[in-house]
């Protein structure tokens, strides 16, 4: 899609391809960022930019412990924080760590597409469950997809590629039957929190605390979208204290986080990111933009559920065969994802992080090709 979509804009011009198909924000960094970024830059530190402690610098860990202890009433330290290389990088170390071979890893339909990748990473297996209509967790189906051999569960709100927020009943519903079904086989169920998007949410929700809810979990944290800077590699892993003999997992983690390649999360950033606790990408632009978009495919007769974060929308195919609603867009020069790619046939994603006109003029497109359909 990336491709196709550079081959389009050379073709027809920049104005008149509609992307949808990525996830890179278009929403300018805090001018705070900038500050940081400068500031930093001109500080004279002993090996600003020599290796870091494995684990990230003590300092920025603990102003991510005390933001966490702050707005969660978490009480978590700083030796429960291990930086990370964003999401991705705290997932596969998370994954690294916990995982023997023939673990069974549970990810939810639809899901993020890198997941069952990074599972297989690592020698997991991947088991699928469905969710509700409204895409919320569906306990029952989760339930039925554990398995002695069940490791972890990957859960991801907001979520990409839905928008879905998970409420605070869904979250203690989950806690509550990880919690039993641990009981009955005398183990701990993991729930690892994929939280990439965890402050862009509108109409004023609140994401609940996962470390409160549930005491055997981890959060992989990333300010690759709250700062909107992707290409620089930043977030971190928070470990629940509570997690029995947490203080290994942690040792497991940040060796894991040494000897994958990346070698430490990226000095700058975690000087910037350590100043930068409570600061985020202006949320209300998505918000506007979502509802933009929402209230144009709407009208023109598209099916969804309005999405509650991140900057994401999964429309339904007015057509079975959502890998052809992709082509028939793709002849209007729209660029979406078919849902197919998330594990869920029949959807297609709209990535919303993009210019209002992009959203504006994409619409006569939409329209003309669902109503090509009826
Ligand atoms: C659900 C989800 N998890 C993880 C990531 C990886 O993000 P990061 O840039 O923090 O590695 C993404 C990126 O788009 C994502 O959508």
Known sequence: MFVEGISLKKKHGTDKVYDFSLGNPNVDHPEAFKRA?????????????????????????????????????????????????????????????????????????????????????????????????????????????????????????????????????????????????????????YLISDEAYAEIVFDGMKMPSILKAYPDSIIAYSYSKTLSLPGERIGYIAVNPKIYEAGDLIKALILCTRIMGFVNAPALMQRIVANLQYVTVDVKIYQKKRNLLCRGLARAGYEFIKPEGAFYLFVKSPIPDDVEYARLLLQKNILVVPGSGFGTPGYFRIAFCVDDATIIKSMDGFAAVIQACK
Do not use: W
């Open 37 to 189: 970024l400068i500031h930093v830059a001109n500080q004279e530190i002993m090996l600003k930019h020599g290796y870091t402690p494995n684990e990230g610098y003590p300092e920025t860990r603990q102003a991510v412990a005390q933001k966490i202890n702050k707005t969660t009433g978490v009480k978590i330290s700083a030796d429960h924080i291990v930086m990370s290389c964003g999401a991705g990088g705290a997932l596969n170390v998370i994954l690294k760590s916990l995982l023997d071979p023939g673990d069974e890893v549970i990810i939810l339909k639809p899901f993020f597409l890198e997941y069952p990748f990074y599972i297989e990473n690592y020698s997991g297996v991947v088991k699928y469950a469905n969710t509700t209509a409204d895409f919320s967790l569906d306990i029952a189906a989760i339930s039925k997809a554990i398995t002695r051999k069940t490791k972890a569960i990957i859960i991801n709100s907001p979520n990409n590629p839905t928008g879905k927020v998970y409420s605070k009943k869904n979250i203690t519903d989950l806690a509550r039957l990880l919690k039993e079904k641990g009981r009955a086989l005398n183990k701990a169920i």
